[in-house]
């Protein structure tokens, strides 16, 4: 066994010495492993701190192990946030306080319950880590997917397509789709001296997918492609990939109290501004004219494309990271639902050093330690 993970009990029992031989330089694994220095040794020490806790709970499965063991540094890393941010709660409210979910590719280790022993009340846990990448990715599979819709249409048209919103992926009903650009087609007629033939806005309700500014150019080939078809992450900012992880979990819709951590990537990091604009809405200033076109006043108000509209999501947290010397100490921000269907008593977390953003009155929002 490498003398490097020899004092680190957990890590000595999840890697053996096999596994360990068979690891290629350079991987991130073999650095945790294998690599002297001071700052893996802080690594390790947390990542052995998480092994325990996943031990504890008995979450070693297969599925555990190969998403635990794979090399993938995504899918690494969003098992480590998860385990992360359920050892912080520990931390904040007790050991074993947790109680997870059945583990399997249904139902992963990112799903867990908070469940105090002076409360009835549980708490829904799941757990999203923000990639740097993740909403590009889907946006480029949906797309393929519409690329495809659209080549099998034996009309003489070229389409040129906003895509406004992803969704959650890219399971859409492809049938659907093509039903709806086949009916807007068959109404167009060439005879039309029109350049450009505008479509309605589509949705799939199912999945989020909003499609915008569909318009349709005459071809002189005898089939329908794609001109231009325009995705929207790569210009967007962090409040989008914010929105994106909020609506996949959202998916989960349990009837309790609900609660969503997420953990931004140390590659992909955001602020305050970026997490207020996606929950509450996007910041903008507004400006009052007089008749002579004369600006009497200004303000700042928020667009009405706040999360928080989303009442299945009782309030979420942002789990942040500070490195020290010699440890890594976790800390959680918790933003609070107004409009919750299920409302996260403030209460659970009144006693520990965790700040959380309240309704404070009909109109205000306030901060409280």
Avoid at 47 to 74: H, N, Q, S
Avoid at 155 to 164: A, E, T
Wanted: with cysteine; net charge negative.
């Amino acid at each position: 066994m490498s003398s490097i993970i020899e004092s680190y009990e957990y890590l000595k029992r999840f890697f053996p010495r096999d596994f360990i031989d068979s690891l290629i330089e350079g991987n991130f694994l073999h650095r945790l492993l294998l690599e002297k220095h001071p700052r893996f040794d802080i690594w390790r020490k947390q990542v052995d701190d998480c092994l325990e806790l996943a031990y504890r709970y008995k979450l070693i499965d297969a599925d555990f192990e190969g998403r635990f063991k794979k090399g993938d540094w995504e899918g690494w890393e969003a098992t480590m946030n998860e385990l992360k941010a359920a050892k912080l709660i520990e931390e904040l409210l007790g050991l074993n306080c947790l109680n997870w979910r059945p583990q399997g590719r249904e139902r992963k280790v990112g799903e867990f319950e908070i469940a105090l022993n002076n409360s009835e009340v549980k708490i829904f846990v799941e757990v999203k880590t923000i990639l740097p990448r993740d909403l590009e990715n889907l946006e480029q599979r949906v797309s393929d997917k519409i690329r495809l819709c659209v080549k099998k249409l034996p009309f003489p048209f070229i389409l040129s397509i906003n895509l406004r919103d992803a969704g959650v992926s890219e399971n859409f009903k492809l049938s659907k789709l093509k039903k709806f650009l086949s009916r807007e087609l068959e109404n167009i007629s060439i005879i039309d001296n029109e350049t450009s033939y505008k479509f309605p806005d589509y949705r799939d309700n199912n999945t989020g997918l909003h499609l915008t500014g569909i318009k349709a150019y005459p071809s002189k080939k005898d089939y329908c492609s794609i001109g231009f078809l325009n995705f929207n992450a790569r210009w967007g900012g962090s409040s989008d990939y914010i929105k994106h992880s909020l609506d996949k979990a959202r998916e989960k819709k349990p009837d309790s109290t609900f609660l969503v951590i997420l953990c931004p990537s140390p590659n992909y990091l955001i602020d305050d501004v970026d997490i207020l604009n996606a929950w509450l809405g996007t910041e903008k200033m507004v400006i009052t004219f007089d008749n002579e076109g004369k600006a009497i006043s200004d303000e700042m108000v928020r667009a009405t494309d706040g999360f928080f509209q989303h009442k299945e999501i009782s309030a979420f947290g942002v789990y942040e990271e500070d490195i020290k010397e010699d440890k890594v100490e976790g800390s959680l921000k918790i933003y609070h639902n107004p409009l919750a269907a299920f409302p996260m008593n403030v209460s659970i977390f009144s006693q520990t050093c965790v700040k959380q953003l309240i309704k404070k009155n009909e109109t205000e929002m306030e901060w409280v330690n």
